[in-house]
């Protein structure tokens, strides 16, 4: 069974920084691209930032663009995004996904395998 964990999202203040970690499991973490989605309060799904297996080619929305970091660790099925510079737009909860569940600006949950997402609020 495909399990992923999200964990470090928490209340920051504009300009701050978090690190998000996805824990993975059930599957060959190493052989599939992962992706993290956000949604903000109200909003539709939107795409952050994806990696591919091995890890080289990395994608990031032009939101996040030059203050986010994704990362994977296929030695410890992790998957991380460094998170630097917050605006309280990044305020969201963040899916950790197995796959690529974005196409053409539309999210489907249905999409992939999904975790059960952090809280990341930005705000003084």
């Known amino acids: 069974e495909v399990q992923l964990v999200e964990s470090g999202g928490g209340l920051v203040q504009p300009g701050g920084s978090l690190r998000l970690s996805c824990a993975a499991s059930g599957f060959t973490f190493s052989s599939f691209r992962m992706t993290w989605v956000r949604q903000a309060p109200g909003k539709a799904l939107e795409w952050v930032s994806s990696?591919?297996?091995?890890?080289?080619?990395?994608f990031y929305a032009d939101s996040v663009k030059g203050r986010f970091t994704i990362a994977r660790d296929d030695a410890k099925n992790t998957l991380t995004l460094q998170m630097n510079g917050l605006k309280t737009e990044d305020t969201a909860v963040y899916y950790c996904?197995?796959?690529?569940?974005?196409?053409?600006?539309?999210?489907?949950?249905?999409?992939?395998?999904w975790g059960q997402g952090t809280q990341v609020t930005v705000s003084s």
């Open positions: 996904v197995k796959g690529m569940p974005c196409n053409g600006g539309y999210c489907n949950k249905d999409t992939g395998s």
């Open positions: 990696v591919l297996d091995g890890g080289v080619r990395v």
